[in-house]
């Protein structure tokens, strides 16, 4: 799994001084589990994106971009052409934009 989200949240944790266990309670998941979410072991469930965003004072939409990201590279880190699938993607999205702004 990827840990772009983990390593967010983790110096978001770190620098706000809040101690693991602490995310984990408001979670209502046991600490090591938190870990995990951090090391990019396993994923945070979309529920909980809020919750950690609220506590960490970060917008909850970058938490949502970092998650959403973790799981679009997890979908596609082991094809050969994994940076040209992305660039193709954001083409795609960017263009959407244009086209559904002009509507």
Request: charged share 35%; aromatic share 4%.
């Amino acid at each position: 799994m990827s840990t772009i989200f983990g390593n967010k949240i983790k110096t978001l944790r770190e620098d706000k001084k809040i101690p693991q266990r602490q995310l984990a309670s408001a979670l209502q998941i046991d600490t090591a589990t938190y870990c995990k979410i951090e090391k990019g072991d396993r994923r945070a469930k979309r529920e909980q994106l809020s919750v950690l965003a609220e506590l960490l004072e970060v917008d909850s939409k970058e938490l949502i971009r970092l998650w959403s990201a973790d799981k679009v590279y997890d979908i596609i880190a082991e094809e050969d052409e994994a940076t040209q699938i992305l660039n193709l993607v954001a083409e795609n999205i960017i263009e959407y934009k244009r086209k559904t702004a002009k509507l």
